[in-house]
């Protein structure tokens, strides 16, 4: 099957995976090479730094020569060539790709999938529809829990919003086991809004286009993905009037504008943000 990448990584996450990535050498070694060339889950918003489908920052790459090198300035997936080296391409081609599937964790001596491993508690893939909504370690998202998610606002040791780029507060949200904070319905983005608290800057450019980050990204791509790896749907229902309207061809990020609704906004401005962690009900 060939797909572009917007519909290999929509085809692996309605089984509940993703588009296939890899943590190691390890990983990489037992994965059986195609002889074709074919996409892998990997992204980028800020080149060349890459993130695996599942919202990770990328720590294992195995780049073929002077890759990855942008051609044209939009190649910001990754593929996989029949040699074992990856290179930058364009999202809108059509490559074969394999998913990344979950599997169960029995115990926590079982927890070698990565899908399954959070924190040192075993938990089935928390995108997997299951009869009863598991209790969530801190680390997930907040999806299909029992315990809905938290809005932590981030500060320095002195009590000041931290303000960052897109990709520096993904990062420092991931490394903390949580997400860039994204909203999946009304009632969070309620909880959210009621709940976090920014100074709104009187600066024409901000207080019209973006006041916080929020965990949503395009990299260029039709779609709209939560930091998660999911397609964004609500989104559609909160976009401020004309938006997204990916102005200057580069407004791959989300912000919210003062009057709490969405934007489409550029990646690399400091912005204050949120992160994203499920409430702890273990």
């Known amino acids: 099957m060939k797909a572009d990448y917007s519909t290999a990584h929509k085809h692996c996450r309605n089984q509940g995976g993703y588009l296939a990535f890899f943590l190691d050498q390890k990983e990489f070694d037992d994965y059986k090479l195609n002889n074709n060339q074919e996409y892998i889950g990997y992204w980028s918003c800020d080149h060349p730094n890459f993130m695996t489908a599942d919202g990770n920052e990328a720590e294992f790459t195995n780049w073929g020569w002077g890759e990855p090198n942008n051609d044209n300035g939009n190649e910001v997936c990754i593929s996989l060539l029949p040699n074992g080296k990856m290179s930058s391409v364009p999202c809108d081609r059509e490559y074969e790709f394999s998913c990344r599937l979950p599997q169960l964790c029995l115990s926590q001596d079982n927890c070698e999938e990565y899908f399954c491993r959070y924190g040192n508690i075993c938990y089935h893939n ?84 973006g006041t916080e980050y929020l965990g949503y990204h395009s990299c260029g791509l039709p779609t709209f993905y939560t930091d998660d790896g999911n397609e964004a749907t609500w989104i ?18 989300v912000a919210m504008t003062y009057w709490k609704e969405f934007n489409d906004y550029y990646c690399d401005k400091s912005l204050p943000f949120a992160c994203r962690f499920s409430k702890n009900c273990q």
């Open 236 to 253: 559609n229902e909160i976009w401020a009037q004309g938006e997204p309207n990916n102005r200057d061809g580069i407004e791959y990020c």
């Open 126 to 209: 928390d995108d997997v529809s299951t009869s009863e909504k598991p209790k969530c370690p801190t680390s997930y998202s907040g999806q299909n829990c029992e315990c809905g998610p938290i809005f932590v606002p981030q500060t320095d040791e002195f009590g000041k919003f931290i303000e960052a780029d897109y990709a520096t507060a993904n990062k420092i949200c991931r490394r903390q086991g949580g997400f860039l904070a994204f909203l999946l319905n009304q009632k969070e983005h309620d909880d959210y809004t009621s709940s976090v608290w920014f100074p709104k800057s009187d600066t024409s450019d901000a207080f019209a286009y």
